[in-house]
């Protein structure tokens, strides 16, 4: 005996289970597999699938014209949105909601599509490949469309007997046969109250009946959960219009009349299309903001990279060393630039040479433009005195005490401390 799926069991849960205990018990794994998978076909969310149930609706009289080839092809409002009455299998009434959503979605118009035309419905309930031979008079069309709160089929009926049974009156009415899920769920559309609603409607066939009079569905043979539509309110004359309660909608520009149901119906489908769009547009932002990370990311690393290029480890350390001796001009050989930063120095040289500056706050702009100053000025001050010994050297007449031993140790001394300041000379 197949194992059953269990309530809340998932179809991955089930399957692995199913196929384990099913090996177990000495059944070949794909014999396995195909048993679970058709086991859970019959399961939803772990609860046994409800039996899709017939529905028979009736509609107008389709306007018809003779082809070429002797068929009789048409048009016709074939089903309706709205609450309809049914008689079930059990003789009892229910009023079943049949939405614009579930009637005009595009599953159910796409079922309609190619399905046998019958002249009466079969005894047997439904059309099936087994029976379509012997019932079929004819076929509905591909181009099944919405018009207002009806849904339009074309039909065309190829059998000879039904076609002589049409012209003579004896059937003047159209009645869909379908299959669809109940759900009993009471409440109010349109200030009308219903049992149940309708849902994953499918079309079997379209039958050529004779006008529905009280007691025609009786000879039908129908299970207890199937059912007839019946009318239980007076018979009014047809209309063309679609309702006498309608509103107006906008469509790409254009105005139309709608019953109020259609207009529910787009405006849900407008809130779906907003919600949608509003979910695009996020995602396209989200998109835009990981892609300028993304490029950051990118950016950062690129530099990185420049930054740690052979060559570019070079030009930095030559600036360094550049730094350092220009610096060791104004602090000394002696000065101590181990460890230190850029700035550091820059800003020693600056404070060596005013010793006031307070360079804490200043950007690194500023810093270098005060190391700048710094050192054209120390230079600007060794030149002078430089000139000044010169100057001195050639000018003194003999006997003013310069060529004592004295004054000739401070010049030496003078001379040692300032040799730094003079160009090296050339080798050769």
Not at 39 to 61: H, I, S, T
Not at 177 to 184: K, L, P, S, W
Not at 316 to 322: E, L, P, Y
Request: net charge negative; with cysteine; proline share 3%.
């Amino acid at each position: 005996m197949p194992i059953e799926p269990q309530a809340g069991e998932s179809e991955d849960q089930y399957m692995k289970r199913c196929i384990s205990e099913e090996t177990n018990a000495g059944m070949e794994r794909n014999q396995a597999v195909a048993v679970c998978a058709s086991k859970w076909g019959e399961y939803v969310d772990g609860n046994k699938k409800r039996d899709a149930v017939l529905r028979v609706d009736f509609a107008e009289a389709p306007r018809m014209r003779r082809t070429d080839e002797g068929y009789l092809t048409g048009e016709a409002r074939v089903a309706s949105i709205g609450i309809q009455n049914y008689r079930n299998g059990d003789g009892t009434i229910r009023r079943e909601l049949r939405r614009p959503e579930d009637v005009f979605s595009a599953d159910a118009l796409a079922s309609f599509k190619n399905v046998p035309s019958t002249y009466g419905h079969p005894d047997e309930r439904l059309v099936t490949a087994e029976n379509a031979k012997r019932l079929s008079v004819g076929f509905v069309g591909e181009n099944i469309r919405v018009d207002g709160r009806w849904v339009v089929m074309p039909i065309t009926i190829t059998d000879a007997d039904t076609i002589s049974r049409i012209e003579a009156g004896e059937a003047i009415q159209l009645s869909a046969g379908y299959m669809a899920d109940v759900d009993e769920e009471a409440g109010e559309y349109d200030g009308e109250v219903y049992d149940a609603v309708q849902r994953n409607i499918r079309g079997n066939h379209v039958a050529i009946v004779a006008q529905a009079r009280a007691g025609d569905e009786a000879r039908l043979q129908l299970d207890a959960a199937d059912a007839v539509a019946v009318d239980d309110k007076p018979t009014q004359a047809r209309s063309d219009s679609m309702s006498d309660k309608t509103v107006t909608v906008r469509v790409d520009g254009c105005e139309y009349e709608v019953p109020q149901e259609v207009e529910r119906h787009l405006a849900k489908q407008d809130e779906q299309v907003e919600a949608l769009t509003g979910e695009r547009d996020q995602a396209k932002a989200d998109a835009e903001k990981e892609k300028a990370r993304a490029d950051e990311a990118q950016a950062e690393l690129d530099k990185l990279k420049a930054e740690r290029s052979d060559e570019a480890i070079h030009e930095a350390a030559k600036a360094r060393v550049a730094l350092e001796r220009e610096a060791a001009k104004v602090l000394g050989d002696e000065a101590d630039m181990d460890g230190k930063t850029d700035r550091q120095i820059q800003e020693a040289v600056v404070q060596k040479v005013h010793s006031d500056a307070d360079l804490s706050e200043a950007s690194d702009t500023y810093v270098q433009a005060r190391y700048d100053a710094a050192l054209a000025t120390a230079k600007a001050h060794g030149d002078a005195l430089a000139k000044q010994r010169e100057t001195a050297g050639t000018t003194t007449p003999a006997g003013d005490g310069q060529d004592t031993p004295e004054a000739k140790r401070d010049a030496a001394i003078n001379d040692i401390r300032g040799a730094w300041k003079r160009p090296e000379k050339q080798t050769h």
